[in-house]
């Protein structure tokens, strides 16, 4: 009989109540041919070699948690703490008042990683920006590299002997915070987390590296502060309770007031410039040669933003210059 309890890494123990047949031995041989396994073998030595399945009770073969949480067909009825708890507000605090939309995302660990991922691009806000000339690239609220492995890592890293709590993510206005049940392993700190290595779950990472969700173990951290940098975004809020993990991201303030603008594309890149121009303020001809339309179709969106006051026009006929609105608070 195996050691229930003393073991360092809870993933690699199997079980209780579960069987062979809870897991979906067609994902696993799909999972085999499409990864990066360089071995051609059977679902069940895959299994047996990365953990997957042990041995209990005198041979039979019996799912691990990390097994069963990669390549189960029902993880959650014998682990009901491991699925995710998504929660979407209208403003910047976690208040019941703003609750917009609650999901209780339940499956195999690379589906709750794709659930939640689709999810929080589709809410969060796109547009475009205009890095030199007339033409526009696009322009998110946040990186969509951050966010994924943001949610691979609160997945992969969470303690899964708390068996109270699940993943929590919580979608903000301009901000999403991960929580991840149970704090950070000993000797790792918030302050050194981008230079520390620890791996708690090794079997449920071992799966994730195979599949193409983790591309270089230990780095996950260190690519989201690298792509928040080049995006020009906050290093990422960290907080360390003893009972969770808190990472928080900010994302770009200028789509959000696009979409509260409530600005088509031509609105918004004209508006774009007009903001960027400053104190100084800019023409209509200045506006085409940027975006290389005509002056007549300048004018004609223009008028748009004038009568809905957000922009202002001020100078002469041959002077006229435009400026942002500034709105009274």
Same mark, same amino acid.
């Given at each position: 009989?195996?050691?229930?309890?003393?073991?360092?890494?809870?993933?690699?123990?199997?079980?209780?109540?579960?069987?062979?047949?809870?897991?979906?031995?067609?994902?696993?041989?799909?999972?085999?041919?499409?990864?990066? =396994?360089?071995? =051609?073998?059977?679902?069940?030595?895959?299994?047996?070699?990365?953990?997957?399945?042990?041995?209990?009770?005198?041979?039979?073969?019996?799912?691990?948690?990390?097994?069963?949480?990669?390549?189960?067909?029902?993880?959650?009825?014998?682990?009901?703490?491991?699925?995710?708890?998504?929660?979407?507000?209208?403003?910047?605090?976690?208040?019941?008042?703003?609750?917009?939309?609650?999901?209780?995302?339940?499956?195999?660990?690379?589906?709750?990683?794709?659930?939640?991922?689709?999810?929080?691009?589709?809410?969060?806000?796109?547009?475009?920006?205009?890095?030199?000339?007339?033409?526009?690239?696009?322009?998110?609220?946040?990186?969509?590299?951050?966010?994924?492995?943001?949610?691979?890592?609160?997945?992969?890293?969470?303690?899964?002997?708390?068996?109270?709590?699940?993943?929590?993510?919580?979608?903000?206005?301009?901000?999403? !915070?991960?929580?991840?049940?149970?704090?950070?392993?000993?000797?790792?700190?918030?302050?050194?987390?981008?230079? =520390?290595?620890?791996?708690?779950?090794?079997?449920?990472?071992?799966?994730?590296?195979?599949?193409?969700?983790?591309?270089?173990?230990?780095?996950?951290?260190?690519?989201?502060?690298?792509?928040?940098? !080049?995006?020009?975004?906050?290093?990422?809020?960290?907080?360390?309770?003893?009972?969770?993990?808190?990472?928080?991201?900010?994302?770009?303030?200028?789509?959000?007031?696009?979409?509260?603008?409530?600005?088509?594309?031509?609105?918004?890149?004209?508006?774009?410039?007009?903001? =960027?121009?400053?104190?100084?303020?800019?023409?209509?001809?200045?506006?085409?040669?940027?975006?290389?339309?005509?002056?007549?179709?300048?004018?004609?969106?223009?008028?748009?933003?004038?009568?809905?006051?957000?922009?202002?026009?001020?100078?002469?006929?041959?002077?006229?210059?435009?400026?942002?609105?500034?709105?009274?608070?």
């Amino acid at each position: 009989m195996p050691n229930w309890i003393e073991i360092e890494h809870i993933d690699s123990l199997p079980v209780r109540g579960a069987t062979l047949a809870d897991i979906d031995m067609g994902r696993v041989e799909r999972h085999i041919q499409a990864g990066r =396994s360089q071995q =051609s073998e059977s679902p069940l030595d895959y299994l047996q070699r990365q953990i997957g399945i042990v041995e209990v009770d005198g041979g039979q073969l019996a799912p691990t948690l990390g097994g069963l949480l990669c390549f189960g067909m029902e993880p959650q009825r014998h682990l009901p703490h491991t699925g995710v708890s998504l929660t979407r507000y209208t403003g910047q605090t976690a208040n019941s008042q703003q609750v917009v939309d609650i999901r209780d995302l339940r499956g195999p660990l690379f589906d709750l990683i794709d659930q939640a991922d689709a999810y929080l691009w589709a809410q969060s806000n796109h547009g475009f920006r205009l890095d030199s000339g007339p033409r526009r690239t696009p322009f998110d609220q946040y990186p969509r590299t951050a966010i994924r492995e943001l949610i691979v890592n609160a997945l992969a890293h969470r303690d899964y002997r708390v068996v109270g709590s699940r993943v929590k993510i919580e979608m903000f206005k301009n901000e999403i !915070e991960w929580c991840s049940p149970g704090g950070l392993p000993p000797g790792v700190t918030v302050e050194n987390i981008l230079k =520390s290595q620890y791996t708690r779950n090794p079997v449920i990472v071992g799966f994730l590296f195979d599949a193409g969700y983790i591309e270089q173990r230990g780095m996950g951290l260190d690519t989201v502060a690298h792509v928040l940098r !080049e995006e020009q975004l906050p290093f990422p809020q960290m907080e360390d309770t003893g009972a969770s993990f808190l990472i928080r991201i900010q994302g770009h303030g200028a789509v959000d007031k696009h979409i509260a603008l409530g600005l088509d594309t031509p609105l918004a890149q004209i508006y774009t410039l007009i903001e =960027s121009a400053g104190p100084v303020g800019i023409s209509a001809r200045e506006i085409a040669d940027r975006l290389e339309w005509s002056i007549r179709t300048v004018n004609y969106r223009m008028q748009e933003l004038l009568g809905r006051k957000i922009v202002i026009r001020e100078g002469s006929t041959s002077r006229t210059r435009y400026h942002v609105h500034e709105q009274e608070t």
